[in-house]
């Protein structure tokens, strides 16, 4: 990517390939496309890593923990990969409209500099 994104989405994973594919998709899908797409994969039992190279989209960055540390701690490896100026969370059963980063992109930027 020749330049860096202006959204980091951060989706934490454990199990549940059926959804997290349909939550990628989602993200995939939107209008505003200058995004990386960060998934932390909380140290599955199921193989999440084939769902997440399936879309071949160079937004992608797959993470795995060595052990499961929970949700939160998915976040925060998510937020600490982020090269994005704002953040944007998904849980992986969850699905984004097509037009949600577009809203908050375009919220964020009409707020005064020091909001």
Same mark, same amino acid.
């Given at each position: 990517m020749a330049q860096d994104p202006l959204v980091s989405v951060i989706i934490p994973a454990y199990?549940?390939?059926? #959804?997290?594919?349909? =939550? %990628? &998709? *989602? %993200?995939? =899908?939107?209008t505003y496309g200058n995004f990386e797409l960060i998934i932390i994969d909380d140290h599955s039992a199921e193989p999440l890593e084939p769902v997440v190279r399936s879309f071949g989209d160079e937004r992608i960055i797959y993470l795995r923990h060595a052990q499961n540390k929970? #949700? #939160?701690a998915a976040r925060n490896t998510g937020m600490r990969q982020a090269r994005g *100026?704002?953040? &944007?969370?998904?849980d992986s059963d969850d699905e984004s409209l097509p037009g949600r980063l577009a809203a908050q992109v375009k919220a964020f930027q009409s707020l005064p500099a020091d909001v």
């Open positions: 199990n549940g390939a059926d #959804a997290l594919r349909r =939550a %990628v &998709a *989602s %993200v995939l =899908a939107q929970g #949700a #939160a *100026s704002f953040l &944007a969370f998904l």
